[in-house]
């Protein structure tokens, strides 16, 4: 059986776990948090979540354990077969992760966790996520799911993305990131409410406290 290593707070956990959920296979859950240690090091390289566990040994990286998933596995299919189309889909995660994701990241520290971040960062973030929503904007269908017609992998990283760089931008910018875009503002909603999202987001809101209180006892 497969094993997913992670914990339920990390959002690229989330995406693994909803692409398996979605696909009906079955998988063990391993409490798992990122660190350096020789254990953590052990099963992740750079001792990050999440790692999926296989016959053969560990897979690392969302974007590796994703498409390894869909290689691989049974269910519904989350890439479509045609090259250029698939490309497009893996062309929107890397988009969404690389210009939404990372700069959002940058700014988690004070947006949910009571921290400060030089003012200059904040600039720098604010304003590659606008020029981040602008590509989406472009690249982006929405006809009705990210990359047309069927759910995939952008719509995986859209949802887990999307989620907490919209916290961001309201908190720290006050910016409704989503304003010019409402078919991806429905989009974003109506994944949301999926019955295996909102079983995935119980499990988070679930694992929140615990996780809250163990980056409070590393302050």
Same mark, same amino acid.
């Given at each position: ?25 079955? !998988? ?8 350096? #240690?020789?254990?953590?090091?052990? +099963? ?9 566990? +296989? ?52 700014? !988690?520290?004070?947006?949910? !966790?009571?921290? #400060?971040?030089?003012?200059? *960062? ?10 981040? *929503? ?11 799911? +990210?990359?047309?017609?069927?759910? #995939? ?10 989620? $907490? ?22 989009? $974003?909603?109506? $994944?949301?409410? %999926? ?12 694992? %929140? ?5 163990? *980056?409070?006892?590393?302050?």
């Amino acid at each position: 059986m497969l094993k997913l290593y992670g914990f339920s707070v990390s959002n690229y956990y989330n995406m693994v776990k909803l692409a398996l959920l979605e696909k009906g296979l079955p !998988f063990e859950e391993v409490p798992f948090f990122a660190g350096q #240690t020789a254990e953590a090091l052990a +099963v992740s390289p750079r001792g990050k979540v999440p790692v999926l566990g +296989v016959e053969q040994g560990f897979i690392n990286e969302t974007s590796v354990i994703l498409e390894y998933i869909e290689q691989t596995q049974q269910g519904p299919a989350l890439l479509p077969a045609e090259p250029f189309q698939r490309a497009q889909v893996l062309a929107l995660c890397r988009e969404i992760e690389l210009y939404i994701e990372l700069p959002a990241r940058a700014c !988690f520290a004070e947006a949910f !966790f009571g921290m #400060t971040v030089p003012e200059a *960062i904040k600039e720098k973030s604010r304003a590659e996520l606008l020029l981040g *929503i602008g590509s989406l904007g472009r690249h982006g269908k929405f006809a009705p799911y +990210v990359a047309g017609d069927s759910f #995939t992998l952008a719509d995986l990283y859209f949802m887990y993305s999307l989620n $907490l760089a919209l916290g961001v931008g309201e908190k720290l910018f006050g910016l409704d990131l989503l304003a010019e875009l409402p078919k991806a503002q429905a989009l $974003l909603g109506r $994944l949301n409410d %999926m019955p295996n999202a909102r079983k995935v987001e119980a499990d988070r809101l679930a694992a %929140m406290p615990g996780f809250m209180a163990m *980056i409070a006892a590393r302050k």
